[in-house]
């Protein structure tokens, strides 16, 4: 049977794009579907990463019905930062079907051979700043917010055709027991002594904007030197702060400061995939309705951001920001927090989580080939 892979332009392959996902997971209960409001400016032009990135997406269609999708992606600000002719493949769905996976991905290489790609990594939907990684362990529960969720047979698919390893990044699972555990105390309390001069604060809601500008200084110094790291541009920075406005808990976004410097950073956020599961992938009256009820009973958080200037390292202030959050999410009914992702290799990462009470339940890959 023949297999047809168009680029999706027009707004009939957009759509088919987009809604490809919803017919593939109509039967896994673990699947979050995405607001479809939120992808669609990748795929117009309209996000800010597409100011300095080219994304063209492909769909496949078998006996005239959707069965495949992927994007073929160059960020040209990973190129410049790393110095490598690096692209991605982003938005990966398709159905079990190694032809149909075969069919995409020719697409997607003949496409950046074009750009003079060298090497294809994925899945970034688009980049490490955003969703990324292909689940390869932990399929018994759903994902967390702005973690991707795929069947165990994508791997067998994209191993088939030449992809292997590049990096795996770790969830990790804190379930919490009331209290903040000893060692994360004697460390905050030790590091309160010995440096004074930090100070925690919330970040300003009102001032979200200049907050986030902030927060982005401190991220793109204490992850420079992170495999797959790429600075977020001054325009995506403040399309997150819109974003971020709308989800955002004050008393959970928390700055270290030394002298009103931003030093360090720890930001949780409600897991709103329950929100996002009761929306159905449409801001319908009757979804917000049932949004709102849903949201109230929320008792997870994500940690999906922290980081540490690295002359302000292994000085303790990692576990005040730990504490101070941990507490708070506590005493704001909290129970149970997912902290990812972090990198297989990011050990100073992984201890702390673990002395935190963190355990790995979940492992994503990024794969990679030559073009």
């Known amino acids: 049977m023949s297999i047809c892979v168009l680029e999706a332009k027009g707004k009939k392959e957009i759509q088919a794009f987009l809604r490809l996902p919803f017919r593939l997971y109509k039967r896994d209960p673990l699947w979050v579907p995405p607001l479809v409001s939120e992808l669609l400016p990748f795929l117009d032009g309209r996000h800010p990463f597409c100011h300095h990135s080219v994304i063209k997406p492909f769909i496949a269609f078998k006996k005239g019905e959707p069965v495949g999708r992927v994007a073929a992606i160059v960020d ?48 970034m939907n688009p980049s490490t700043n955003y969703e990324c990684g292909l689940l390869i362990q932990g399929f018994d529960t759903p994902p967390f917010l702005m973690m991707p969720h795929n069947p165990p047979y994508y791997a067998k698919l994209l191993e088939a055709i030449g992809f292997e390893k590049a990096k795996d990044l770790y969830a990790n699972l804190l379930k919490g027991e009331g209290g903040i555990p000893e060692k994360v105390k004697r460390i905050a309390s030790w590091a309160k002594e010995k440096l004074p001069e930090v100070k925690i604060r919330n970040v300003r809601a009102k001032e979200i904007e200049e907050e986030v500008k902030k927060f982005m200084e401190v991220y793109n110094e204490s992850w420079a030197n992170n495999w797959g790291f790429v600075p977020m541009s001054e325009q995506e ?62 008792k997870e958080l994500r940690i999906p951001l922290f980081g540490v200037r690295p002359k302000y390292r292994q000085k303790g202030i990692d576990a005040m920001l730990y504490a101070e959050v941990f507490k708070r999410g506590w005493e704001m009914g909290y129970r149970t927090a997912e902290l990812s992702w972090i990198l297989e290799d990011n050990h100073l990462m992984q201890k702390a989580i673990e002395a935190l009470g963190g355990k790995p339940y979940k492992v994503y890959r990024i794969y990679g080939k030559a073009v």
């Open 76 to 123: 040209h600000n990973f190129i410049s930062y790393h110095g490598k002719r690096v692209g991605y493949f982003g938005f990966f769905e398709v159905v079990d079907d190694l032809q149909v996976t075969k069919a995409l991905f020719e697409r997607v290489e003949e496409e950046l051979k074009r750009q003079y790609i060298e090497e294809i990594i994925g899945p």
């Open 237 to 298: 920075v403040s399309y997150m702060a819109k974003s971020l406005k709308r989800i955002l808990v004050p008393e959970l976004a928390l700055f270290a400061e030394v002298y009103s410097e931003p030093v360090a950073f720890i930001l949780a956020l409600p897991n709103y995939n329950h929100v996002l599961k009761a929306l159905g992938g449409r801001m319908t009256p009757w979804g917000l309705v049932k949004a709102l009820l849903v949201k109230r009973r929320i």
